[in-house]
Every structure is written in structure tokens, then in C-alpha cells.
């Protein structure tokens, strides 16, 4: 009888943790989806004010490409991407004054390293 107590009882136990384990990953799921909508939008905003800078300059239909990276910190760098064949015969100058004017405060401030590259 107590053997069979005792079993019954870490069995209990053992459905309790899993509950729980279970209950904390969804929060910890919840979080992370809420944190990749919250990029999702940054990263949309920063793609309509480049596209919206680089027809400005000159540069219409370019396009934008932007993948991401994530440190186990959690913290995010970003490459951009600009195409354009206009762009290519750019000076180090020029170029660098076009990243210069796609780099947006509400964006980097978020985000570990941004870089810009033409292509």
C-alpha cells in the first residue's frame, strides 16, 4: 500500500512540473512573438522612410533588403541592403552621406549595430 501511495504520489509530482514547465514556456513564447511584432513594425516604418529618402536623391525603385540577427542577450544587428544601379557609381563620399541620411534614430536606438550596404 505505501508502495503504491508512493508512486501515485510522484506521479502527481511529475504532472504538476510539466504544468507548470509548460505554462512558463508559453509566457516566455508569448514574449518572444511579442517582441518579434514590435521589430516587425520598427522594421517596416525604417523600410517606407528609405525607400521614401532614396527616391528623394533620386534613386527610385531601390530595393531595400533587411535581414537580422540575434545574440543570446537577446539584442538585435542589422544588415541592410540597397539596390540600385545608380548607387554603384557612387564615391565613398556620396555613399557615405546617403547612409548617413538612412540612418533613423527610432530604428538604431533599438537595435545593437546597423549597417548599409549598396549593391
Known amino acids: 500500500m505505501n ?3 508512493s508512486l ?4 502527481l509530482v511529475l504532472i504538476s512540473v510539466v504544468c507548470v514547465g509548460g505554462t ?3 509566457k516566455e513564447r508569448d514574449d518572444y512573438t511579442r517582441e518579434n511584432e514590435r521589430y516587425a513594425l520598427l522594421e517596416d516604418a525604417f523600410k517606407e522612410r528609405a525607400r521614401g529618402i532614396l527616391e528623394e536623391c533620386g534613386y527610385r525603385d531601390s530595393g531595400v533588403t533587411i535581414t537580422w540577427t540575434r545574440d543570446r542577450d537577446g539584442a538585435r544587428s542589422y544588415r541592410v541592403e540597397i539596390h540600385h544601379r545608380g548607387i554603384e557609381s557612387l564615391d565613398d563620399d556620396g555613399k ?3 547612409t548617413e541620411a538612412l540612418h533613423c534614430e527610432e530604428f538604431c536606438g533599438e537595435v545593437e549595430e546597423l549597417r548599409i550596404i549598396f549593391s
Request: charged share 25%; net charge positive.
Open 96 to 98: 557615405e552621406k546617403l
Open 24 to 26: 512558463v514556456m508559453s
Open 3 to 5: 508502495r503504491g501511495l
Open 8 to 11: 501515485i504520489t510522484a506521479l
